[in-house]
């Protein structure tokens, strides 16, 4: 039989399995929900800053036959905490989010310190991470980490940043060069500590709000940076697209990474026409899961495969407040399609 | 001598192409010149902002042109304004309440469309980022506000949008009061089923929605 790693591992290299895989990575795609936090009795935000809960609830995730896959951490702050942005841990119902920059302009930033891997929140979801590797197998344990224009922008004040990116190139492009160093270090520590699968997102540096020419230079640039470190060490890589896709699909091909995952608003037939020869993850509605009831999650988990997805997956990140028997349907219906 | 004309395009021309240094000289000109203050708002920087507008509904502008078309246009208006004859910026302007919802601090988007709003005559009271939802209720009562927009990035924040709305009704002033939400994991099914009366994809989008919500021209 095959294990839900072998699966994943073998549609990220391309390879044909007995069914789609179905996973939620974890970081901005969410997949804690109040519900399971009731379920297992581990809560948020008390598993964001200690490493024993963070694993135990990741456990939970694929113990309650919600998703496939371990992943942390779950949220999309520690890199920027580490950097020096100021941050709350959130509730059960809200995820940590910054509260304040380290820098409000992009000329400061020489005055950052590089990411202590060894303290905070790094160091946490780095022992989560271990913790994870010694206690199971067969699961795919995946490392989340937030893209470098996300990052740069939770760092630096954004409305000031994104105008540097055009007003100050050669500046904007060393901040980008420093962000990027320490992602990579994380990410590479996160294989390290036993990772098979890093998932990055990047909701602030879209095309939507770049446009495709600074989507190119800047977006695609420093992911590739980290794609391409993190595939050096063997480790599969998946990259989430948040928002509209159509200015820049030939942009978006130049991303080196395993598999590409997209918003509900992108059409997965679209995408695959457009990105031929890519492993392609999605996109069950959020807002489904959420509100709506088993049979149309049990709809959208099919019609994601019928217009090709590989591995099936929600659209976004989870709401917090979805029910379980939703969120569990996905998992329901995708195992309806062995062969 | 420039003419007004001349200026009025210069002006626009400066939003239009991000020149957010030189524009407060070419509006000195213009004052120094005697023309009317408010034309030059109208008919100069806010008609390069729309210009700004339509390149971004054609997706040739993207949200960082905008916020920098909309920095040359403050530019210029922080000259222009000192010369509006007292009452010329009061009276009807409708009122609207925006913020993005507890729990997000994501607030690029709200911005744009803030500045949208005010480009279009809308008097804007801006909560800012994370607003406890009590708060969007508080100040919508305090300035009898047309209009309440939020906004949010996060999926996990969304069902905060229906507690305002719930928290309007609880208070009796839903009818009141318009409610528009908008970002990127909204759409239209979402606004509808929240009750909400209005949602937009978009900044641009969003003026155009609030202006029919408010039965503004």
Known sequence: ?339 | MATKEELLQKMSDMVFEMEDEEIADVCEEYIEEGYDALDGILHGLVDGMNRASEMYDQEEYFVTDLLLCSDAMYAGLDVLRPHLPEDASVGEAKKAVIGVVEGDTHDIGKNLVKIMMETAGFEMFDLGRDVPLDSFVEKAKEVDADLIMMSTLMTTTMPGMKEVINKLKEQGIRDSIKVMVGGSPISQKYAEDIGADGYSRNAVEAVEVAKRLCGVE
């Open chain 1, 1 to 339: 039989m095959t294990t839900a790693n072998e699966r994943l591992i073998k549609i990220l290299s391309g390879m044909k399995a007995d069914r789609p895989a179905c996973i939620c990575p974890g970081g901005m795609m969410n997949m804690v929900t109040k519900a399971l936090q009731d379920v297992c009795g581990v809560y948020l935000p008390e598993a964001h800053t200690d490493a024993r809960m963070m694993a135990d609830l990741a456990k939970a995730i694929y113990d309650n036959e919600c998703f496939e896959n371990y992943g942390v951490p779950f949220c999309m702050t520690v890199e920027a905490e580490a950097l020096g942005a100021s941050c709350t841990m959130g509730t059960q119902y809200f995820e940590p989010h910054v509260t304040g920059y380290a820098i409000d302009t992009v000329e400061d930033y020489g005055k950052l310190k590089p990411m202590d891997l060894n303290a905070g929140r790094a160091k946490v979801t780095l022992d989560a991470i271990r913790l994870l590797r010694a206690e199971t197998k067969d699961v795919p344990i995946i490392g989340n980490i937030v893209g470098p224009v996300s990052v740069a922008s939770s760092v630096c004040e954004p409305t000031r940043y994104y105008k540097q990116l055009r007003q100050k190139r050669e500046l904007a492009h060393e901040y980008m060069q420093f962000v990027t160093d320490d992602l990579i270090r994380f990410a590479l520590a996160m294989v390290d500590a036993g990772a098979d699968v890093i998932a990055l997102s990047d909701p602030s540096g879209t095309g939507e709000i770049l446009g495709p020419k600074f989507f190119d230079e800047y977006a695609v640039t420093y992911i590739n940076q980290v794609v391409d470190a993190v595939k050096e060490t063997g480790a599969k890589t998946i990259v989430h697209i948040c928002g509209q896709m159509k200015s820049v699909y030939d942009k978006v091909a130049k991303i080196h990474s395993d598999a590409f995952s997209f918003d509900a608003v992108v059409s997965l037939r679209e995408a695959k026409k457009n990105l031929p020869d890519k492993v392609i993850m999605g996109n069950v509605s959020t807002f489904a899961i959420e509100m709506q009831e088993e049979k149309t999650v049990d709809k959208l988990t099919r019609a994601s495969y019928a217009n090709g997805s590989d591995i099936i997956s929600p659209a976004c990140g989870l709401g917090m407040g979805s029910p379980l028997n939703n969120v569990q349907q996905v998992l329901k219906t995708v195992k309806t399609f062995a062969e």
